[in-house]
């Protein structure tokens, strides 16, 4: 099956929507945000005031694609 990946605005709710449609569709859920902050070893907020936003950008979409 293909991934599926929730975008939008922080608060927006993609955490909460996206545990009910993985539980529904019997998948298993991965948060982004946690992957990355495993990836860089911080958290994104530091990754993106040291590295600038468009690196975080580009590890965002390199984690998802």
Same mark, same amino acid.
């Given at each position: 099956?293909?991934?599926?990946?929730?975008?939008?605005?922080?608060?927006?709710?993609?955490?909460? #929507? !996206?545990?009910?449609?993985?539980?529904?569709?019997?998948?298993?859920?991965?948060?982004?945000?946690?992957?990355? *902050? =495993?990836? #860089? !070893?911080?958290?994104?907020?530091?990754?993106?005031?040291?590295?600038?936003?468009?690196?975080?950008?580009?590890? *965002? =979409?390199?984690?998802?694609?």
């Amino acid at each position: 099956m293909t991934p599926i990946a929730l975008v939008g605005l922080p608060g927006s709710g993609k955490t909460t #929507v !996206g545990k009910l449609l993985a539980r529904r569709l019997g998948l298993d859920f991965v948060d982004s945000d946690h992957v990355i *902050e =495993e990836r #860089v !070893g911080c958290p994104i907020r530091a990754y993106w005031e040291q590295q600038g936003e468009q690196a975080f950008r580009d590890l *965002e =979409e390199a984690t998802l694609c």
